[in-house]
């Protein structure tokens, strides 16, 4: 075929399309060991309110690759995802988040673990079934639970979407819209979509409190969310300043971002917010 051939042989590709086209290959077969292999790390970052106290935390996936080193979500999440191993990686993701989630909530009163979702993982057939397993395997309390969407997760078909994010939220899962204001973000999914949270995205966060286009958008983004009564997420906060503009307009906002604290490993998060004394 044309990939063993090698570049400069294909009729199909441009030179350097050949290339990109054998590193995704390998990175697919890579990522497939690596499901197995258990090469993949879950990183929790803290989500605090004004006063400074914890909420909640985000899981974000990362790959401890034997020769690559850590490689971050954004290099491996789009090819799982058009590759379909986005339902393995999911599967994976989703189960260490309720065996940690489990394990540890009782040490966590209020707290509440938020879990990414790609549109195939969500999308497929057996989806709610799979989750519900999970959390009866791992005893989790799904009103600990948040599964983070985008508005791709409702493009395909936006009634089949609905439909299980109704089961899920019967059970007592939260859904949250992520990077809230990015792509379409069309106020109708706000009015159709049982979300309970918005997360804003960071573009925003991190312009408001230097342009006053994006504060007028972020003004108008709370304004609806208060009205809708949701829960607000201010992603991507790093500085004071940033902080402090989200948290004068909404004192209920929550707070995420390197200004508290990079996302870390789940079990170094851990031994961070209960520091044991040093000898
Ligand atoms: P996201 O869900 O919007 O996650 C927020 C991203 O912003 C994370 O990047 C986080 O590390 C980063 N971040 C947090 N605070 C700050 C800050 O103060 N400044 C800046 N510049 N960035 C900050 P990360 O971990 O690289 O993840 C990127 C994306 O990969 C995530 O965006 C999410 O869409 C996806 N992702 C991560 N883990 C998973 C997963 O388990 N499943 C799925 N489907 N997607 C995931
Ligand atoms: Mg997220
Ligand atoms: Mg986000
Ligand atoms: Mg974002």
């Not at 909640?56 to 979500?73: D, F, I």
């Not at 573009?203 to 006053?212: K, L, N, R, W």
Request: proline letters at 7%; aromatic letters at 8%; a negative charge.
């Amino acid at each position: 075929d044309a990939r063993a051939r090698g570049p400069g042989h294909s009729r199909f590709y441009e030179p350097g399309m050949a290339e990109a086209a054998e590193r995704r290959f390998v990175l697919e077969r890579e990522l497939r060991q690596a499901v197995a292999g258990d090469e993949l790390v879950i990183y929790l970052q803290s989500q605090v309110n004004t006063q400074g106290t914890l909420c909640g935390a985000e899981v974000l996936v990362r790959w401890q690759h034997p020769q690559r080193g850590l490689v971050p979500p954004g290099e491996f999440i789009p090819v799982a995802e058009e590759s379909g191993l986005i339902v393995a990686v999911g599967d994976w993701v989703l189960l260490r988040a309720c065996q940690w989630l489990a394990r540890h909530a009782p040490d966590l009163p209020g707290f509440r673990l938020s879990v990414n979702l790609s549109p195939r993982q969500f999308a497929r057939p057996g989806f709610v079934e799979h989750l519900q397993a999970c959390l009866r395997d791992t005893g989790v309390n799904p009103a600990q639970l948040t599964l983070e969407v985008t508005e791709g997760v409702v493009i395909g078909d936006f009634e089949d979407a609905v439909a299980k994010m109704r089961q899920l939220a019967a059970l007592g899962i939260e859904f949250s819209l992520d990077d809230f204001g990015t792509g379409y973000s069309s106020l109708a999914y706000l009015k159709r979509l049982p979300i309970h949270e918005l997360k804003i995205d960071k573009s925003f966060v991190q312009c408001a409190p230097d342009s006053p286009d994006d504060a007028s958008l972020v003004d108008s983004i709370l304004l609806v969310a208060e009205r809708l009564r949701l829960r607000v997420v201010a992603e991507g906060v790093e500085t004071q300043a940033q902080a402090d503009f989200m948290g004068q307009r909404l004192p209920s906002v929550l707070y995420q971002g390197y200004w508290l604290g990079r996302p870390q490993p789940a079990d170094q998060w851990l031994a961070g917010l209960n520091p044991t004394p040093r000898h």
